[in-house]
């Protein structure tokens, strides 16, 4: 279908869950510290509050969280909370898989047989914790045994951590004067607002390349677009986007505009949320109908997909059995820096990695030992060095050196791929995944490398070229921007981590 007419490899867009496509503004890379810090650290027993409108992705959060968890952490996943004290008691006991096959119907039985459990895994050194997705569900009652397990704890340590996921009336609930004894045991509250406007063409952006794309088609102004009818709410900039590009598909035309985010805006939303003119009705027709055609002919021809859901993957086609690859040690914070100080601070065994990748010699280049700033010798390499984010380094796409902190020195890695939650570096001769937090908090900002091709001439366009890409719009063609006039020449791209 359309895929193909904008050089994609999958659907950029759908609203089915892929952490492939895991975008986290700073304000959720925020929260998701601050939530495993507390549980991890500093909950000390307390409740952890997170809040946000429906969309704004708090379900994505709480599986990012599930999955970053510490290796000691038991958890009980509650999903549907309407439910009664005593239902909601035993539901908890069975998520930990405590038998309760005695103890059914009666609150006192169910709460000894949690708090005998909570015991064991306190003598154990394991964390417990509970997660409520969809909080503001609760009824005053179930919120009322919610704090009471609070109260199972021993002479200097709280047995529970807690945690609320919910929408805004979450926050209207616990603000209530009978419910004042469970605020005040909130160590820590956030709320997820929606994207800003240059989040959504970030998010819109990172998701485009994760499926393949090389060129987003989106103008600035049709960006604009679906960042106000959606509200910045990134789940229906999904749906606006995805039917952007259909519609985009049907028309044959290369680049969306404000119009044609309009007329999707128009199909997809409630009425008192699209604005701008309506497109004639027979045009509308027709072009459902050829969406319908092709949505028809997606379906049968589509490729099977990956996970739709945690633990329900699609059937696979058969394949050749082919050998496993040898798994890449996943480091954490502590031993990143260990990593690190063992590297020592030459900038030469990182260089000499990066010229592999892009099957350089060493004399294509001449590195200072003290900065690693390189000087290019060779007539189609270029050197860039300076400070960046690491979503900018993202979107140029290219294998680039990173100065990373240790306990006692810098040291300088290469970094292979990176998605929203996980990057692959390679650190003296050895390769490792790491989370992206991990990552941020290692890295100096400072980075360097390399690319390959003609100086190209300014166009007029620059600005232009520079926000579709990501970068700063600021119509200067500095060394990233010419980085990114490259990135359709040959050479090594960012893996994606995951796959």
Wanted: aromatic share 6%; with cysteine; charged share 20%.
């Amino acid at each position: 279908m359309y895929l193909e007419h904008y050089g994609l490899g999958e659907a950029p867009y759908s609203i089915t869950p892929d952490p492939r496509f895991v975008f986290l503004s700073e304000r959720h890379r925020d929260a998701l510290a601050h939530l495993l810090f507390g549980i991890g650290q500093g909950g000390g027993g307390g409740f952890v509050q997170l809040t946000g409108e429906v969309g704004t992705g708090k379900t994505t959060l709480s599986r990012l969280l599930l999955e970053q968890l510490p290796e000691n952490t038991r958890v009980a996943l509650l999903l549907n909370p309407r439910l009664g004290p005593i239902e909601l008691l035993e539901t908890v006991c069975e998520e930990l898989h405590i038998d309760i096959s005695s103890a059914r119907g009666s609150g006192k039985a169910l709460v000894d047989a949690l708090n005998a459990y909570l015991l064991r895994a306190y003598a154990d050194g394991l964390r417990v914790v509970l997660i409520v997705d969809e909080a503001q569900n609760l009824s005053a009652d179930a919120l009322e045994q919610v704090r009471l397990l609070t109260n199972l704890e021993t002479d200097t340590q709280k047995l529970l951590q807690i945690v609320l996921i919910g929408q805004p009336e979450l926050r209207d609930a616990l603000a209530k004067p009978e419910l004042r004894q469970l605020a005040q045991r909130i160590t820590a509250r956030f709320h997820l607002t929606p994207l800003s406007e240059s989040e959504t063409g970030e998010y819109l952006r990172h998701r485009f390349r994760v499926a393949g794309g090389r060129h987003f088609p989106m103008t600035a102004a049709a960006v604009n677009r679906v960042h106000k009818h959606a509200n910045g709410i990134p789940r229906l900039v999904n749906v606006i986007a995805e039917r952007a590009l259909l519609a985009g598909y049907a028309r044959d035309a290369s680049t969306i505009d404000p119009k044609l985010v309009d007329a999707a805006a128009r199909e997809v939303l409630p009425t008192r949320n699209a604005v701008g003119r309506q497109l004639p009705t027979a045009w509308l027709l027709g072009t459902a109908g050829v969406l319908l055609l092709g949505l028809i002919a997606w379906t049968i021809w589509r490729p099977a997909t990956r996970t739709v859901a945690a633990g329900m993957p699609l059937p696979q086609k058969p394949t050749l059995a082919v050998a496993a690859k040898p798994a890449i040690p996943r480091l954490d914070a502590t031993a990143l820096a260990g990593a690190v100080d063992a590297a020592g601070a030459s900038p030469a065994p990182a260089w000499e990695a990066l010229l592999g990748t892009w099957t350089l010699p060493a004399s294509a280049i001449t590195v200072d030992p003290a900065s690693a700033a390189c000087t290019a010798t060779a007539a189609d390499v270029h050197c860039v060095q300076g400070r960046a984010r690491l979503d900018t380094l993202q979107a140029l796409d290219r294998p680039l050196l990173l100065r990373l902190h240790g306990q006692s020195g810098d040291a300088w890695a290469l970094l292979l791929g990176l998605d929203a939650r996980n990057a692959r570096i390679a650190l003296s001769g050895n390769t490792f995944d790491i989370d992206r937090l991990t990552l941020q908090s290692a890295w100096t900002g400072e980075y360097a490398g390399l690319w390959r091709g003609p100086d190209p001439a300014l166009p007029a366009d620059i600005a232009a070229f520079q926000d579709a890409r990501g970068l700063s719009a600021d119509g200067v063609a500095g060394p990233e921007t010419l980085m990114a006039l490259a990135g359709d020449a040959p050479g090594p791209h960012l893996l994606r981590v995951l796959e």
